[in-house]
Every structure is written in structure tokens, then in C-alpha cells.
Nanobody, 123 residues
Framework: QVQLVESGGGLVQAGGSLRLSCVAS????????MGWFRQAPGKEREFVAA???????DYADSVKGRFTISRDNAKNTAYLQMNSLKPEDTAVYYC?????????????????WGQGTQVTVSS
């Protein structure tokens, strides 16, 4: 059973930065792909970023150049560095894990999910 625990959310002013962390336990982390998704009030959950076990990355167009996904296999942890935050980035951010071998950008590709962490960006 995989468990994912996110942290690092909070309230920040527009233009500021936050780093989210996601610690995984329960199964081998080094061969897993990790993803970050977000869900704003009244909206569907959407893809933000993903990193494969070979460190290949994908980003949603809305966050390219501002967000960076990374991983530390020694710590079983994935990160999402968020810079130049905008009010429209406000959402609950979820990390997810899959053993899909390619780039996983779809919600349905991830069987394991964290509980989410709130990010609020004020204008």
C-alpha cells in the first residue's frame, strides 16, 4: 500500500514562491513516476507537472517557466518548486504516484494519491 503525504502549502502574495513536498512510503519509489495536480474551487482537477523515474519532466502550459518538479530518491520525496505565483494558481495541490513507464499526465494513470495541500495566492 502506497502512502503519499504532501506538505509546504500556505498563503503567499502574488509573485512569491512556495515549495511543495510529497513523501512516499510503502513501495519502491525510485522506479515510480510522480505527478502534481491541482483543483481550484468549482473546477476539475488538472495536471500540473510530472517526472518519470528517468527524470524526464512534463508541465502544463500554464506553469511552464514558473514551476519545477524534481525528486530525491534517497528521501522518497518529490518536490514542486513554484515561483512567480499568481492568484489563479490558488488550489488544493495533490501529488500522485504511478508505475506507468512513460510520461503520465492523465489523472487516470495514477492509482495512488495524497490528501492534498492548500495553496492560496493573494493579489
Amino acid at each position: 500500500q502506497v502512502q503519499l503525504v504532501e506538505s509546504g502549502g500556505g498563503l503567499v502574495q502574488a509573485g512569491g514562491s512556495l515549495r511543495l513536498s510529497c513523501v512516499a512510503s510503502g513501495r519502491t519509489f525510485s522506479t515510480a513516476a510522480m505527478g502534481w495536480f491541482r483543483q481550484a474551487p468549482g473546477k476539475e482537477r488538472e495536471f500540473v507537472a510530472a517526472i518519470t523515474w528517468l527524470y524526464s519532466t512534463d508541465y502544463a502550459d500554464s506553469v511552464k517557466g514558473r514551476f519545477t518538479i524534481s525528486r530525491d530518491n534517497a528521501k522518497n520525496t518529490a518536490y514542486l518548486q513554484m515561483n512567480s505565483l499568481k492568484p489563479e494558481d490558488t488550489a488544493v495541490y495533490y501529488c500522485a504516484l504511478t508505475y506507468y513507464s512513460g510520461s503520465a499526465v492523465l489523472i487516470g494513470q495514477y492509482p495512488y494519491w495524497g490528501q492534498g495541500t492548500q495553496v492560496t495566492v493573494s493579489s
